[in-house]
T-cell receptor
Framework: GDSVTQMEGPVTLSEEAFLTINCTYT??????LFWYVQYPGEGLQLLLK?????DKGSNKGFEATYRKETTSFHLEKGSVQVSDSAVYFC?????????????FGKGTKLTVNP | NAGVMQNPRHLVRRRGQEARLRCSPM?????VYWYRQLPEEGLKFMVY????????ESGMPKERFSAEFPKEGPSILRIQQVVRGDSAAYFC??????????????FGPGTRLTVT
């Protein structure tokens, strides 16, 4: 079945550092890919998405490109802030059975220090 | 426009009791998903419902768990005879159905169930 593997944390960076969180996937067909962010004690918020190969999703300085040849969707940000501290989840949405359920990676906890 | 609402936010049950978790989708959304997040884990899909129909329950445990989404009112996830292993955060998400079937899922704040 479909699966997502993402870099396990925790990741600790200093403010203004460059961020990369790796994500690779296994899926049949052509899934949509997502990055969600979860702040402490809260639900998930969609950060960005891409629905087809070579699409680039971007939001709040974060970017990720749908790479079909490497089955990857790595998250990057050029200069992180303390407020970016959260858990980041990579996910895909397939079409198995038409349910469009999301399949998540285990999450990567990011801590940004001042 | 209010987001996805879940209640209660925190629920404590003793082993053997029943837990009822409620989810009100965003206005206009007719699709509801339930996910479970165990400690230090990602979210795992449980069930997908439309109004009065269960579309996909492939992630639901075979026993003690059930879900419904009636024509009127919130979606309910029901856990009978809870055990300590049921302790987790339960998230609900809702979506619209759009052409191509890729409506974005919006998540609620979750219900944190603790079984003592």
């Amino acid at each position: 079945g479909d699966s997502v593997t993402q870099m396990e944390g925790p990741v600790t960076l200093s403010e203004e550092a460059f961020l990369t969180i790796n994500c690779t996937y296994t899926a049949t067909g052509y899934p949509s890919l997502f990055w969600y962010v979860q702040y402490p004690g809260e639900g998930l918020q969609l950060l960005l998405k891409a629905t087809k190969a070579d699409d680039k999703g971007s939001n709040k300085g974060f970017e990720a490109t749908y790479r079909k040849e490497t089955t990857s969707f790595h998250l990057e940000k050029g200069s992180v802030q303390v407020s970016d501290s959260a858990v980041y989840f990579c996910a895909l949405s397939g079409t198995q059975g038409g349910s469009e359920k999301l399949v998540f990676g285990k999450g990567t906890k990011l801590t940004v220090n001042p | 426009n209010a987001g996805v609402m879940q209640n209660p936010r925190h629920l404590v049950r003793r082993r053997g009791q029943e837990a009822r978790l409620r989810c009100s989708p965003m206005k206009g959304h007719s699709h509801v998903y339930w996910y479970r997040q165990l400690p230090e884990e990602g979210l795992k899909f449980m069930v997908y419902l439309q109004k009065e129909n269960i579309i996909d329950e492939s992630g639901m445990p075979k026993e003690r768990f059930s879900a419904e989404f009636p024509k009127e009112g919130p979606s309910i996830l029901r856990i009978q005879q809870v055990v300590r292993g049921d302790s987790a955060a339960y998230f609900c998400a809702s979506s619209l159905r759009i052409a191509g079937g890729r409506g974005e899922q919006y998540f609620g704040p979750g219900t944190r169930l603790t079984v003592t």
